[in-house]
Every structure is written in C-alpha cells, then in structure tokens.
C-alpha cells in the first residue's frame, strides 16, 4: 500500500502501487486537493498552488518504479513506455525553461531546493535517454551555468559549509514549513550525470542551449507537445 499525503491538512489517500502509477498519469479521477491542470503542461498542483513536483520527485520516481516493477503485470508494463515519453517531453519542458544567463523561473513551493528543480532533466541525460531535440552538451552546459549562478552566489554556505535556506543565497523566509538544512541537498540529484562515463558526449565540447539560442539569433527548434500518450 501507499499513503500519498497531497497536503498536510488533508486527510491522506490510500491507493495501491497500480493506481497510484494510474494517477500520475491522469489515467484516473483523483480526489481533491490533488488535481492536475492540463495534461499537455504536465502541471502538478496541490492545494492551489503550482509545484515543480513532477521534476522534483513524480517522473524521476515513475521511472524508477517502473523500471523495477514493471514486469509485474501486463497492465505495469502498458505504462512503460508512456512514462519515458512523458518524461522525455518533461525534460525538454525543463531545458526550455533555463535563461542565456543561467536562471529559471521561481515557480510554486520548494524553490529552495534550487537547481534540483532540473532533477528529471538530469536523470534523462544520465539515462542517455534525452528527447532526440536536445544535445547532451547542452544539457551540461546550461546546468553548469545554473549552478555555478547559483552556488557562486555568497552566503549560499554557512560557517561550517552546510547549505542555507534560500534560492539564491541565503534567504529563510523562502522555506516552507517542512524545509531544513537535510531537505536542502535534493539540489545534488543536478549532478546525476557525474555517472557518465569519460568519453560519454555528455561530457564533450561546448553547445548552447534552446533559450541562448533563441535569445542569440540563432536556428532555434520549434517546440512542440504530446498529441497523445
């Protein structure tokens, strides 16, 4: 069984592990306060508020359930591939998202996990499974740019070398009520890709990514969206 708390003042739902997969999908109704607001956008909410909570935990963590799982039955295997491809378009959502200069927009809760808002994005290149659109350098270059922006920033570390509360630096008013110095290091799930090996073309040459691009005159690839899946 799994209990999904959508809100701490709401009572929690209890679904097993195939509906819970079925829910993250918009395959079945879900109770309030959970919703999702168009399928196309990929857009999770809770409680009214927007959250980046399918890059922060929801497709990274279908993956990896399906992945292991999946095998189980016929019904978890029908959902496999949906699920990367679900998860491919989210990530070139994410990509999309990083400015010339290496910042993103400050969006819904959470935000004081900083660059681990590009978990998905990161996990897909670890995975060599990025939408064919986007070149794995790129993907290196705009995180890099992202996270030197943002660690390069000071009072982003305490005295003793722990992160602080904030987005960029240290801002605590910025930190939500179940936020602390151990919830902060979800920003590490960024350096996914250190897994890749050497020579993988993650790690070679320099590329621009989709908004430096756009934003320099250069050929820029129109986006698109899921027709169905």
């Not at 819970?20 to 409680?47: C, Y």
């Not at 400050?106 to 290149?125: D, E, K, N, P």
Request: glycine share 6%; charged share 20%; proline share 8%.
């Amino acid at each position: 069984m799994i209990v999904l708390y959508a809100d701490p003042r709401a009572p929690p739902v209890i679904s097993n592990t195939s509906s819970f997969l079925r829910l993250m999908h918009i395959r079945r109704s879900s109770p309030a306060p959970i919703s999702f607001k168009g399928e196309r956008q990929n857009t999770w909410i809770v409680d009214k508020k927007i959250a980046p909570n399918n890059s922060f935990v929801i497709h990274p963590m279908l993956i990896d359930i399906i992945e292991t799982v999946g095998d189980h039955y016929p019904d978890w295997q029908e959902l496999q591939e949906p699920i990367v491809t679900r998860a491919q378009r989210y990530a070139s959502i994410l990509e999309r998202q990083i400015s010339p200069e290496g910042t993103f927009p400050i969006i819904g809760r959470s935000i004081t996990y900083r660059f681990g808002v590009f978990h998905l994005l990161a996990q897909m290149a670890l995975r060599q499974q990025l939408p064919t659109s986007i070149v794995p350098a790129q993907v290196r270059c705009a995180l890099t740019t992202v996270i030197r922006r943002m660690i390069e920033m000071p009072d982003t570390f305490d005295e003793q070398g722990w992160l602080t509360i904030g987005f960029c630096g240290h801002q605590p008013e910025l930190g939500e009520t179940y936020i602390s110095t151990g919830s902060l290091y979800l920003c590490a799930t960024a350096f996914l890709p250190l897994g890749l090996p050497a020579d993988n073309p993650f790690w070679q040459g320099e590329a621009d990514w989709t908004a430096r691009k756009a934003w320099t005159g250069q050929p820029t690839l129109i986006d698109g969206y899921l027709k169905s899946c």
